[in-house]
């Protein structure tokens, strides 16, 4: 008697305490319920739902706008992690490895997926850091088609009964992947070698599949100098940017400040929205645009 009631007792702490007892079973238990996904940036949002579809529940983890730097998540964010049946990150963002990682510690029931894996990540000036990952890895077609096949291959692992619906979504998809490619490197055609200038260096995995070359101004931090601000555009000047590209957090009057001697008009382009597709093709008609006033 003394056994039941012991695996009683256990068998309730699996149901009440998932997280804490490290029981397993929920990864497989999906079935007749959507896939709780988390992901811990907005642009994962897009692959998980475009392959996921109906079938999945997508929570992101860092608020657009938020900097994924100093970001400290809430109570209610970390929960939806802890009831996730999947957790999608990048893998090169420095709170990914500090708080979602640290989330899912010691968990068997939940998989990580992290999308950077298999990819080629640049170092250096185009990075956020001088020698670090650049971690904007979803702003190329050829990235964006890896990272489809990431989080597609971790559902069909999840989901195997629903490897129907999410062949034909992913099929569909990477049509739609295929089709953007082509009328990207149409309408950026003969711009290789030009240079275009960012408010931050987000853009540097679309420059080299489109061989154009990115120009980080350097200015983004609200502490840049007026001397700083100056170099950056006598920095431009020289290198003839065909355009300015700018995220949404990207202060003004100091856009003025560069965008006027430039004789360049700013186009504003979310790297971090959900929207992947139409921010991505804001930056391709912004450059395009600047390729044909040059002509």
């Known amino acids: 008697m003394k056994q039941i009631h012991s695996l009683l007792l256990a068998l309730s702490l699996c149901i009440l305490l998932p997280v804490a007892s490290g029981c397993k079973g929920r990864k497989?238990?999906?079935?007749?319920?959507?896939v709780n996904v988390t992901v811990t940036i907005a642009p994962l949002e897009y692959f998980v739902k475009a392959i996921g579809g109906d079938s999945v529940?997508?929570?992101?983890?860092?608020?657009?706008?938020?900097?994924?730097?100093?970001?400290e998540p809430s109570v209610e964010r970390m929960r939806a992690v802890g009831n996730a049946d999947m957790l999608v990150s990048v893998g090169l963002l420095p709170f990914e490895q500090t708080l979602a990682e640290r989330a899912v510690a010691g968990r068997n029931d939940i998989m990580a997926v992290r999308t950077a894996d298999g990819?080629?990540?640049?170092?250096?000036?185009?990075a956020d850091h001088p020698g670090n990952a650049d971690p904007h890895i979803w702003t190329s077609i050829k990235?964006?088609?890896?990272?489809?096949?990431?989080?597609?291959?971790?559902?069909?692992?999840?989901?195997?009964?629903?490897?129907?619906?999410?062949?034909?979504?992913y099929a569909a998809f990477t049509h739609r992947l295929d089709s953007l490619r082509t009328a990207w490197l149409s309408q950026l055609k003969g711009a290789q070698?030009?240079?275009?200038?960012?408010?931050?260096?987000s853009l540097g995995y679309l420059a080299q599949e489109t061989?154009?070359?990115?120009?980080?101004?350097?200015?983004?931090?609200?502490?840049?100098?007026?001397?700083?601000?100056?170099q950056a555009i006598d920095k431009a000047r020289h290198s003839h940017p065909i355009a300015l590209i700018v995220g949404p957090e990207a202060d003004l009057d100091r856009v003025s400040t560069i965008a006027q001697p430039l004789g360049l008009q700013p186009v504003v382009v979310d790297v971090m929205s959900?929207?992947?597709?139409?921010?991505?093709?804001?930056?391709?008609?912004?450059?395009?645009?600047?390729i044909a006033a040059k002509q």
Do not use: C
């Open 57 to 71: 529940s997508v929570t992101t983890l860092l608020p657009q706008g938020a900097d994924s730097e100093t970001f």
């Open 211 to 230: 061989g154009l070359r990115q120009l980080p101004l350097g200015v983004e931090h609200k502490e840049a100098s007026a001397l700083g601000t100056a």
């Open 193 to 201: 070698g030009q240079t275009f200038a960012v408010w931050h260096p």
């Open 274 to 290: 959900p929207d992947w597709e139409r921010q991505m093709q804001t930056a391709v008609d912004a450059l395009a645009a600047g």
């Open 143 to 169: 990235n964006a088609s890896a990272i489809a096949q990431n989080v597609y291959d971790a559902l069909i692992e999840i989901e195997p009964f629903n490897k129907e619906y999410y062949d034909a979504n």
């Open 28 to 34: 497989t238990d999906t079935h007749g319920r959507r």
């Open 119 to 126: 990819l080629f990540v640049h170092r250096g000036a185009d």
